[in-house]
């Protein structure tokens, strides 16, 4: 402690330097909250969740059809040494309306596109299937979800290119959009060498 030249004790001195300090603080918390703000608007985290399978086999399943008098869907399809795009969608995914017109693209330039159907009905599926177009070869219900989540899916739409082999080599997250098309159609072509 030091005296003052009047005899009293300096402690007041050191006081103000802490009242000064604590009058700042507030404002440097605010900043600094507002600097994480601004990192967060101009690099927002990548919400997606990358699938865990992308160079390994596809799962093992044995899905019933989702529409009477079609055929259902087994992982063996997949394993024919031919390429295809597995789909996994849902009659009720705004995005999965988005991406049907790119997806009847995909089927008339001839890639064998398989549908996955989560937690849907046979009644909103076909509507859905009526409305925007049927480019499936076989759609199977995942009624419960299992095979989406053993694909490391985290929601719909997703889509998967899978080679000859039963391997899958590409994820495409959310809906394909007319622009998603050339890469698609790529790496379709690189699963079938």
Same mark, same amino acid.
């Given at each position: 402690?030091?005296?003052?030249?009047?005899?009293?004790?300096?402690?007041?001195?050191?006081?103000?330097?802490?009242?000064?300090?604590?009058?700042?603080?507030?404002? &440097?918390?605010? @900043? =600094?909250?507002? /600097?994480?703000?601004? *990192?967060?608007?101009?690099?927002?985290?990548? %919400?997606?969740?990358?699938?865990?399978?992308?160079?390994?086999?596809?799962?093992?399943?044995?899905?019933?059809?989702?529409?009477?008098?079609?055929?259902?869907?087994?992982?063996?399809?997949?394993?024919?040494?031919?390429?295809?795009?597995?789909?996994?969608?849902?009659?009720?995914?705004?995005?999965?309306?988005?991406? &049907?017109?790119? @997806? =009847?693209?995909? /089927?008339?330039?001839? *890639?064998?596109?398989?549908?996955?159907?989560? %937690?849907?009905?046979?009644?909103?599926?076909?509507?859905?299937?009526?409305?925007?177009?049927?480019?499936?070869?076989?759609?199977?219900?995942?009624?419960?979800?299992?095979?989406?989540?053993?694909?490391?899916?985290?929601?719909?739409?997703?889509?998967?290119?899978?080679?000859?082999?039963?391997?899958?080599?590409?994820?495409?997250?959310?809906?394909?959009?007319?622009?998603?098309?050339?890469?698609?159609?790529?790496?379709?072509?690189?699963?079938?060498?």
């Amino acid at each position: 402690m030091s005296v003052a030249p009047n005899g009293t004790q300096g402690n007041h001195n050191g006081t103000r330097r802490h009242a000064r300090w604590a009058i700042w603080l507030p404002l &440097a918390l605010f @900043l =600094g909250f507002v /600097a994480l703000v601004m *990192v967060g608007l101009y690099r927002p985290a990548d %919400r997606n969740v990358a699938s865990q399978l992308v160079g390994k086999p596809m799962p093992r399943f044995d899905l019933p059809a989702a529409l009477p008098g079609r055929p259902g869907l087994d992982s063996k399809v997949l394993a024919n040494g031919k390429p295809h795009l597995v789909n996994i969608f849902a009659s009720w995914c705004i995005p999965c309306r988005v991406e &049907a017109p790119q @997806l =009847g693209a995909l /089927a008339k330039a001839g *890639v064998p596109i398989e549908g996955i159907s989560v %937690r849907d009905t046979t009644e909103n599926l076909h509507a859905f299937l009526e409305a925007n177009g049927d480019p499936f070869q076989r759609v199977g219900a995942d009624d419960d979800g299992k095979v989406q989540l053993a694909l490391g899916s985290s929601g719909v739409p997703e889509t998967y290119v899978v080679d000859g082999k039963g391997i899958i080599v590409y994820q495409h997250i959310g809906e394909i959009r007319p622009e998603h098309l050339g890469l698609l159609l790529e790496k379709l072509k690189e699963a079938g060498q």
